[in-house]
């Protein structure tokens, strides 16, 4: 009979997954027996080591070599992707002013001349008997169907502000009540009916209280867009010039380190790169300094000289309609003062355009400002034009109101209506001036903006590869120090 030996009996080994058994050698009185042998833990670092390591090698001079590679490299590469951002973005900016909100304004402006020149086109027709002359049908519906399409284009675009839409709502709806009016008018008037003139002056309310106030609205709300478009292609771009100017600092301080610390008066990597964020940092001065200049003259002489021939185009074509009035209501409707409703209108329309005295044309007019606007002999001279074409239409339109107001309405009308010696002839010549000085003035600033634009075209994608190379050029530079260590 065996027995076991005296003394506790140690537990079984316990096989953990993946252990391994071996033999070993025994304890003095023991049997052999496995021996489960765990693998050796993985090495495991923390957060906080990394962070301590990352400390240590940062107090070394390759370390610190290191992160100042990464902050020259990446100073410099923000620097010519920001300055091909902001430039992009002023240049895309100033190549919308054109066929964009430019030509929006100058739509609205249209707009606005289509009705006045409807409404005086129609009141021009009614001072002839019966039928409308086949010049004066054809023109007046020139007139309405050129405002459909304007209005047309201008729902169309979705980029309009909510108060433009209000007001090309507006019109949308009144116009169609207005030709609606002009169309009864002109019935009556055929029959020889009284009855046709209320129409008629009905129908010139509806476009005095409706349809230009909505006009006029909208011409503004596209003036005011164009503004601030043409303002924002002309800012500066602060954040490129900015991050430029640190890149630069940057580089500076990089090199003076390296020659304090080597002796070597040039690290040609970062020489290179230097160079490069300079060339991208003047190119991006002078070029906007460019731009801004173009774009200042665009607005100077293009800007302005449009917005004030425009005026004065519609305040003519609101004389020609008040002056044809004046004859159809024949002092039917009187102002609180009971003067000729009309005649007062033609007054004021005429003092606005060339002001209070009629032998020459005051600074402070429409003509005047558009005079002193214009910086060329093709500018000047149909805005000369216009002046003298004022001054002979209101001497013509003097010695109609004193032929009506005689009693000779017959002699007055033939005064006002018709080809020669005529203030119609006055009118179309002023109003063909100008549109000619329109013209000029709208190719003026076309070119201006585009000229201002052109001046960025090159430098977005130039930045972006002078940046590059100037990055790399740093690395490079800062990578033969680091070879010393090594």
Not at 216 to 242: C, I, N, S, V
Not at 332 to 355: H, I, K, N, P, S
Request: overall charge negative.
């Amino acid at each position: 009979m065996t027995y076991p030996p005296s003394g506790r009996v140690p537990p079984p080994p316990v096989l953990h997954h993946g252990a391994e058994l071996r033999a070993g050698p025994p304890a003095a009185g023991w049997p052999q027996q496995a021996v489960a042998e765990a693998p050796d833990p993985e090495p495991h670092d923390s957060w906080s080591d990394r962070v301590r390591r990352l400390r240590r090698a940062a107090t070394t001079e390759p370390g610190r070599l290191r992160i100042i590679s990464v902050v020259v490299a990446v100073l410099v590469m923000a620097f010519g992707s920001v300055t091909a951002w902001q430039v992009s973005d002023r240049s895309d900016g100033a190549t919308r002013v054109v066929p964009g909100s430019q030509q929006l304004s100058a739509d609205a402006a249209s707009l606005y001349r289509s009705l006045a020149d409807a409404d005086t086109t129609a009141a021009a027709g009614f001072l002839s008997e019966g039928q409308w002359s086949p010049e004066i049908r054809e023109r007046y519906q020139q007139d309405i169907d050129r405002a459909s399409e304007l209005l047309v284009k201008a729902a169309a675009d979705s980029h309009a502000p909510g108060s433009a839409r209000t007001q090309i709502d507006r019109i949308s709806q009144q116009l169609p009540v207005y030709t609606g009016l002009v169309e009864q008018a002109r019935a009556n008037n055929r029959q020889g009916l009284p009855l046709g003139g209320a129409y008629l002056r009905y129908a010139n309310e509806r476009m005095r209280t409706e349809l230009l106030p909505a006009a006029r609205a909208l011409y503004e709300a596209e003036t005011a867009q164009l503004q601030t478009d043409h303002r924002k292609a002309m800012e500066w771009p602060w954040f490129a010039l900015g991050l430029g100017a640190a890149a630069l600092l940057a580089l500076g301080w990089a090199q003076r380190r390296d020659f304090l610390r080597t002796n070597r008066v040039f690290n040609r990597g970062l020489l290179a790169a230097t160079a490069a964020s300079t060339v991208v940092l003047l190119w991006l001065v002078a070029g906007h300094g460019l731009a801004r200049s173009g774009l200042t003259d665009s607005y100077e002489y293009g800007f302005k000289s449009l917005q004030v021939l425009n005026e004065a185009r519609i305040s003519t074509l609101q004389a020609r309609g008040d002056e044809s009035l004046t004859l159809v209501a024949r002092g039917a409707v009187l102002t609180d003062d009971g003067e000729d409703f009309y005649e007062q209108g033609y007054q004021a329309a005429m003092r606005e355009t060339a002001g209070g005295s009629e032998d020459g044309v005051s600074p402070e007019s429409l003509l005047g400002r558009a005079q002193d606007l214009a910086n060329d002999f093709k500018g000047r001279k149909p805005v000369a034009e216009a002046v003298t074409g004022v001054r002979e239409w209101r001497e013509r339109h003097a010695a109609a109101r004193a032929t009506d107001e005689s009693g000779d309405y017959a002699g007055a009308l033939k005064k006002v209506i018709g080809a020669e010696g005529t203030t119609a002839e006055c009118f179309d010549q002023v109003d063909a001036s100008l549109k000619a000085a329109l013209a000029h003035e709208q190719q003026e600033f076309k070119q201006a903006v585009e000229r201002g634009g052109g001046a960025l075209t090159a430098l977005p994608t130039s930045a972006v590869l002078l940046a590059l190379l100037g990055a790399v050029a740093a690395v490079l530079g800062v990578g033969r120090r680091l070879a010393e260590y090594r």
